[in-house]
């Protein structure tokens, strides 16, 4: 949910919940259900072709989504041409059956890539249909598709630590002295903003929440791959996850709250709560953290998860691993293997090389100087199955030892993720 213009005191906080809103946490959408569903209609059944935004029991779809939309997407070569990038987002149904309909596209970047992006999308294999009340029912269903030549960040606004920081604190004092009322001017812009783009007072809380959950499921995608890479511990990775979830629960709360009659300028009326109730977020994150560990959150969950997430999405191996297993049985030499984002990789063992990836999940990998024992030279081709955190190989290494024979051995090797 975007608050308007008519914040600036607190613009250089908006700009850095740009990136923020962006990270909500996987599992916060089942957790708001019940606190909606008197707005909504909680009966259902078959015959029921109702198009629902949130229900008891979410679709899923039947494996690794961005891996999918990964290894089925096809950069147009005149995207390419033109050396257009970006993210387009895509809205659809999700049938009773699973199957996906009404492919639309909600946010474009140009035609070349909402084309490719809306195939891509309409192509997909069934889902596991969401239900309601025990029932199959429809769900409309939004996803990010990324486009990016190199999984390099875009430039950005200089920010620091130690500016955030500085802000933080001036607005915490800030909420001290109360919350900052909406201008009668703004108030009454806003209002009519609302009420010409949606219409009725019950078709602007329609709006409003459906674009409430829409930001929430990106948010999801987004913490989904940033949490897991932070150098936090698991305890305080859940301790900022609950500030989150916490966060936007009373978000949902406060806006279903509100009453039918007149319900845009009661909403008008709030917004600055929902500001509020992000740096209140932030400050319990900072209080629980401590500086040092702050910092470390602010760096990696604020001003760098874009970074992470086109590295990733572009290109899913990108990143530092170590094995933690090969043919079923654990390493207990430890190795690592570091994937650049210009399809070489490097291991701590001092093997180099370079790697491609083709369609249908497979990837080779090519050592041209080994220098390890007897063996002068490798190559591999190998079908995986990854996802943010873990990276399963499985296929043949060719080994040409110096003698000038040839070795093959077939291997299964499981790693983590670490940077």
């Not at 703004?186 to 009420?195: H, N, P, T």
Request: glycine content about 4%; hydrophobic content about 35%.
């Amino acid at each position: 949910m975007t608050l308007k213009p008519f914040y600036a005191k607190l613009k250089f906080l908006a700009k850095l919940q740009i990136g923020l809103v962006s990270v909500l946490f996987v599992f916060s959408t089942h957790a708001a259900t019940s606190q909606i569903q008197h707005k909504q209609a909680t009966q259902d059944s078959t015959e029921d072709n109702q198009v629902h935004f949130l229900v008891q029991e979410m679709p899923v779809f039947p494996g690794n989504l961005n891996t999918w939309i990964y290894n089925n997407i096809r950069y147009p070569e005149t995207a390419k041409e033109k050396k257009l990038e970006g993210k387009v987002y895509v809205r659809f149904v999700i049938e009773k059956d699973g199957a996906v309909s009404n492919v639309k596209i909600i946010r474009g970047v140009s035609p070349e890539l909402d084309n490719e992006a809306k195939a891509v999308i309409a192509s997909m294999p069934k889902w596991e249909p969401g239900k309601q009340n025990g029932s199959p029912v429809r769900v409309s269903y939004t996803v990010p598709v990324y486009f990016a030549l190199k999984s390099t960040s875009p430039s950005v606004e200089r920010r620091t630590f130690d500016r955030y920081l500085k802000v933080l604190n001036a607005e915490e004092e800030k909420l001290k002295n109360g919350l900052d009322s909406v201008p009668q001017a703004s108030f009454d812009m806003y209002r009519l903003y609302l009420k010409k783009r949606y219409g009725s007072d019950k078709a602007v809380y329609k709006g409003i929440i459906t674009s409430a959950r829409e930001q929430q499921q990106s948010s999801e995608i987004m913490l989904s791959i940033v949490m897991p890479t932070m150098s936090l511990p698991v305890t305080d990775k859940n301790k900022i996850l609950q500030f989150y979830k916490e966060e936007w629960d009373e978000q949902i709360r406060l806006i279903d709250s509100l009453p039918t009659e007149d319900f845009t300028s009661e909403y008008v009326r709030i917004t600055p709560r929902f500001r509020a109730n992000t740096t209140l977020r932030e400050i319990k994150i900072r209080d629980y953290l401590g500086e040092k560990k702050f910092k470390r959150y602010v760096e990696d969950c604020i001003f760098n998860p874009g970074k992470l997430i086109r590295a990733i999405i572009a290109n899913p191996f990108v990143g530092k691993w170590e094995k933690i297993r090969e043919n079923g049985v654990e390493t207990k030499q430890l190795l690592q293997k570091e994937y650049f984002d210009d399809f070489t990789f490097s291991c701590s063992n001092g093997v180099n090389g370079t790697y491609k990836i083709a369609h249908g999940q497979f990837l080779s990998e090519h050592a041209p100087s080994v220098k390890i024992k007897d063996i002068v030279e490798s190559s591999a081709h190998y079908q995986y199955d990854a996802n943010n955190r873990i990276l399963v190989l499985t296929g043949e290494v060719k080994l040409k030892l110096a003698d000038g024979t040839q070795k093959n051995v077939q291997v299964k090797e499981t790693w983590r993720r670490i940077e």
